[in-house]
């Protein structure tokens, strides 16, 4: 991997850098759609690629359940298996055993757990997460973490802190393949101090780039944004600093503010399925009645492919009658939507007017009063 | 609309055909995916012209109910609400009101009923289906008949029969649109009698083209085919036979044999989002176990998106997961292969080898033993 930042923002600390990786460049920042199980849920390879996507999502969770490593590793790996030859990340499954799973029992040497399926129990170390993501073959892999939930006093937060960086360690040394780049994830709840020591260990270690963890799972707003703007201030400057799990337009283009370079989030394609489509003026829920006789497409001037060839009328008597169509469409122009909004990020980062194209696009966002609830969003997974 | 049959096979009453319609032309005999609610399930209409779609059919009974047809004509019909340009046919709401809905009252006037949805009280009579047929906008319109279950003893067969001629009457009188041709449709359940007497009257109505209904609907297969082979028998060589709602690979080529040129069934779409898929050798259940670690195609050397795209084993993960990826890929795959059943008996008609060509298919399908059922299906409903 080559990470290297090409323009920097004046007035915030955006910036636009080029991530080259074995699978393809990939230009920050940048959305990853997300494949939870080696599929972006209602799409195709190349209709994300027209969609404009560089870079997706998988969950080595998940397909460790189903269909099995084995399976994919027979098919020749991830890209193979599921005909994304774009670049990939994976996680390491740390993320999702603190979020779906019962009886956790969580110990030095890993996690004894049951999974969300069947109830089996599991046991997922450090170096067994490490194996897995290298027999799926991603282009980014991920350490195995531990996720400490909101709220976490700072006491129970250091000790959740120790036993990630006691697995990063074991995560580099188990880290053997060349292609692959390893990331490691910066924790520490919302503690300034333990974030701070986090980022000094894992600089220790020696990672290629940094996932921020252990946020968007319960907290105020604007606690997630002072952690993640203070955790980015302190990554290194040539690393690719990735969000992990955030999230909703208005909070992407905020924390694009803070020098993130790459975000992921379930929320265009999961509200997508739900019959919410997202527009410069907010949310619109277009499975409702008020659009049974609305002839204009979802976005007007939107080069969707919903869009440029569907109307809201349509794709409302498609989520009203359950078609499959309905999820398809709407998911299409939920990515086109965040792939448009990261790319009008970047060419205003270049352009020198990033924080006024921010100002712009989120005074008419909040105009809709659409995202007042104030915290982060909770359920990530699909 | 003009019609023209081109080629006539020696050995079978098969033959080929082209229909002139509005919205293009149609190679006959061709098979009709079903848009039961404005949209055939899964697709976008540009895969469906890839996968080898010429026709399509929607269903008056399910647009009436929703979105309604105030809301279709107001999108200027249902070409421009559902986005597909080519030609549609649309059925008279007759066979539903048949199969989906309770408490039926049939008068000479029309049918009372309730709906499947919400139980409604709704009335439809031959005027109204053509008037709504006609605000739809569909290239080719069915009348609207009466549909006796099967068994049906000759006296009640009979007295449905009198109503669907009576009905068919004020069909044509109803009928205004000069782009529109309307197809009667002939009844009189297994009778042969009552099957002749129907085409003697609808042809002295007169009618651009047949419909041949009341099969499909649960009796024994060998009772439809000579139903179905005498019936087309008797149909007026220059005019289109459409035989209603059938069937399996199977039973359309051995109809086409008949010298049937329109077919439309929900097999492929219905039993593709249940996870099976079509191949020369019979059914195959993709989403079972045994496929999870097969990397070939569905079909080797299909030339469908999913087969050029995915393996066996993927595809059976998506199932497995239920992705919505599974749903499209079966589904594209199994109109290819109905498109493709089409192409192939065109071709082989127009070289003299049909009957040889027919042989061949039924050989291996049957060799598979998996429509050994021996009775029509009976839920041609999506």
Known sequence: MEFKVVGKDKET???TGLLRLPHGEVETPC???VGTQATVKA?????LTAAGAQMILA??????LRPGIEIVAAAGGLHRFMGWEGPILTDSGGYQVFSLCDLRKIEPEGVT???????????????ESVRIQQALGADIIMAFDD??????DHDSACKSLELTLQ???TCRDSHRDGNQTLFGIVQGSVWRDLRRRSIEELEQIGFSGYGIGGLSVGEPRQLMYETAEYTASLLPENKPRYLMGSGTPEEILVQVGFGIDMFDCTVPTRYARNGTVFTPGGKMVVRNGVYRADF???????????CRRFTRAYIRHLFNTREILGARLATTHNLFFYFDLMKRAREAIAAGSFAEYQRAFLDRWRGSGCESEGSAHTLPEE
């Open 13 to 15: 600390a955006a910036r």
């Open 31 to 33: 959305f990853m759609a």
């Open 43 to 47: 799409m195709t390879p190349e209709e």
């Open 59 to 64: 969950n080595t969770y998940h397909l460790g």
């Open 113 to 127: 757990f049951r999974d969300h399926l069947e109830g089996s129990t599991h046991f997922l170390s450090p170096a």
């Open 147 to 152: 996720c400490p939930p909101y709220p976490s």
């Open 167 to 169: 697995w990063a360690r």
């Open 296 to 306: 204009r497409p979802l976005v007007e001037g939107c080069a969707c492919y919903a």
